[in-house]
């Protein structure tokens, strides 16, 4: 079997890469270029609102690069989750800013775009049939859970993407797709291995951060062989070795011999890593069917709207108080307020003691910390409710009286003005639930255009 190699340029479209190791990536002569562009990672927000989580002109930097060097040599190129989120709008974000390339650049080319988002009227049947499932920590999905949903995106894996590369086009567009699947559905296609391929994928999604030192912005490139991988960097000043690709291999999951996917998951028992000649190659990657083919749900809906204050302290005497002075100040906005700004949150994130991992912190103590940093989040019905929140924690919060207090001229120090921040819209993931079918491709559906034409 003839090797396969695959080119990743970046970790994520907009996160960029160093010319110099795209264009060595170009002379290894690959088969296909594919590339990542989306997480569901920075939270249900970008979702929700339908905004993308990456630059404008950061991602029309790298596509335009991407596309000339695939049109150059004439491969597919393949991207996933358009516009960080996969749902109609990103996928159409996504769509308009590689047509303004093609025409600042005199491109043509056949693209095919394939849709990710799903009718809620179709989830609430499924839903109803008992066809939806949660996944390990989340809750049973509800119908009024669902309903609240501003949209709904599902996962697909490499069987859209074969179908859309069959019909012969030069760029494949996809909408939120499960990672490894842009890089590995042609060549799986073309015959390769599935455990092998999905591996590499699984890799390759991320780019050189399978390097050492890693990076997300840079490129690898990845090869298929027969019963093998191998990965290798395109930048002289990284490498790959087993242990770096073998550290990636365990990426964002709890398991670190079983991976699932759509269809299956990728079996990692028999793995194993060798290095050569600056390669790494990877063998025993095994792919195991599930007994259901299901489709990974995602959903957000909007909770509210948010305003932040940030602050520091640098008072011993506070610093050993804060927890009482946080309690005394929650107090007084129940107080004040009671329900009539209807349901509200509201938060204080400790930067020095446990403002990264909060309620999960092993230690959360101040003792020996000379400062603090304090932000203050509220999050009310309406952005009106989450400014009066913040408004009137934060002023408590500067004024709140406490044992060994000195000075009455303020506790905090705002580093900004003004000090209170809009936040916008708050989403929450409500769906995050596995779909049973029957039909790997008939959710995501394919659409033929002419760009540039």
């Known amino acids: 079997m003839k090797e396969f ?7 994520i479209l907009g996160y960029g890469f160093p010319i110099a190791s795209f264009e060595a990536g170009l002379a290894k002569k690959p088969h296909l270029i594919a590339v990542d562009a989306g997480s569901s990672d920075p ?26 060097g695939a049109l150059k040599l004439k491969i597919p190129l393949v991207i996933g989750t358009a516009g960080g989120s996969g749902g109609a709008p990103h996928l159409k974000w996504c769509q308009g800013i590689i047509e303004a390339i093609a025409k600042e650049e005199r491109m043509s080319f056949k693209m095919a775009i394939i849709g990710a988002e799903f009718d809620k009227g179709y989830l609430q049947e499924a839903l109803a049939e008992g066809i939806i499932s949660p996944l390990l920590g989340v809750g049973e999905l509800t119908p009024d859970g669902l309903g609240e949903a501003t949209r709904v995106v599902g996962q697909m894996g490499v069987e859209p993407f074969i179908k859309a590369l069959s019909l012969g086009p030069d760029v494949v567009l996809a909408g939120r797709a499960y990672d490894p699947a842009c890089f590995a559905s042609l060549p799986i296609s073309k015959g390769y291995d599935w455990g092998l391929a999905l591996h590499l994928g699984k890799i390759l999604e991320c780019a050189a951060i399978c390097c050492v030192p890693g990076s997300g912005s840079d490129c690898v490139l990845g090869t298929l062989g027969d019963g093998w991988f ?49 390669k790494v190659r990877v063998t025993g990657s095994r792919f195991a069917l599930a007994k259901n083919y299901t489709i990974k749900l995602e959903g957000a809906r909007k909770i509210g709207c948010r305003t ?32 009539s700004l209807g349901d509200y949150f ?65 506790n905090l120090a705002f580093p900004y003005s003004p000090s209170d921040f809009h936040g916008g819209n708050v989403y929450a993931f409500c769906c995050y639930h596995l779909l049973k079918t029957d039909d790997p491709t008939g959710f995501f559906p394919i659409e033929m255009v002419e760009v540039g034409s």
């Open 346 to 410: 509201l938060d204080f994130i400790i930067y020095g003691r446990d403002g990264v991992m909060g309620r999960l912190e092993p230690t959360p103590q101040t003792a020996g910390c000379h400062e603090l940093g304090i932000i203050i989040e509220a999050v009310g019905n309406t952005q009106g409710a989450a400014d009066t929140l913040c408004s009137f924690a934060r002023s408590t919060m500067l004024h709140f009286g406490f044992e060994g207090r000195r000075s009455t001229a303020g």
């Open 308 to 339: 932040i204050s940030i602050a520091g302290c640098r008072d011993r005497a506070m610093i050993e108080n804060i927890q009482h002075i946080i309690d005394g100040v929650k107090a007084q906005v129940a107080d004040n307020f009671g329900k």
């Open 230 to 278: 191998e990965v290798e960097p395109l930048n002289p000043f990284r490498a790959c070795t087993p242990a770096s690709v073998a550290a990636h291999t365990l990426y964002e999951k709890t398991d670190p011999y079983h991976l699932p996917g759509p269809g299956g998951s990728l079996d990692l028992t028999g793995c194993r890593f060798e290095a050569i000649d600056g």
């Open 5 to 11: 190699r695959i080119l990743s340029p970046t970790a």
């Open 43 to 68: 939270g249900p927000y970008y979702l929700g609102e339908g905004v993308a989580f990456t630059d404008f002109g950061a991602v029309k930097r790298d596509l335009a690069l991407i596309l000339k």
